[in-house]
């Protein structure tokens, strides 16, 4: 009689430990998929960094540069690169005071280490085509 009893708790025991390892097995299986998911969302999110980290909202840029542009000055080409910092800023002026006075407003700005105009800018008196090159700070990127 010991042994008949014995022998049910014994597999009493057995089947319970049996479903035991079995749900832990399926807790371990979940586990590692969420594990999984979260290393995945974490590579995106460096990914997200890396990107964030080297963008330039170029057209805060742009419109810091063509506000200073006087009445009588058009803007038709700006090149803006980030790693030179180099800019171009191509337009066309009504005549050379207004061509002086975008100079003088783009020097006065603080945006650049160095600023440069051609002397064929001033070669016109009306409806001159010009062209300022140069760096801008870095504090602007």
């Known amino acids: 009689m010991a042994a008949t009893v014995l022998t049910a708790a014994r597999v009493a025991l057995i089947d319970e430990y049996n479903k035991i390892r079995h749900g832990a097995s399926l807790v371990n299986v979940e586990r590692l998929r969420l594990e999984s998911n979260i290393d995945e969302l974490n590579k995106k999110v460096e990914q997200a960094d890396k990107v964030q980290a080297s963008f330039t909202k170029w057209s805060e840029v742009a419109a810091r540069l063509t506000a200073?542009?006087?009445?009588?000055?058009?803007?038709?080409?700006?090149?803006?690169?980030?790693?030179?910092?180099?800019?171009?800023?191509?337009?066309?002026?009504?005549?050379?005071?207004?061509?002086i006075a975008a100079k003088e407003s783009l020097e006065r700005s603080g945006l650049f280490?160095?600023?440069?105009?051609?002397?064929?800018?001033?070669?016109?008196?009306?409806n001159i085509e010009f062209r300022f090159n140069g760096i801008l700070k870095s504090e602007i990127f």
């Open 113 to 126: 280490e160095s600023l440069d105009a051609p002397l064929s800018n001033l070669l016109e008196k009306t």
């Open 68 to 99: 200073l542009t006087p009445p009588g000055v058009t803007v038709d080409y700006l090149f803006l690169n980030r790693s030179s910092r180099a800019f171009r800023l191509n337009g066309q002026a009504l005549g050379r005071d207004s061509l």
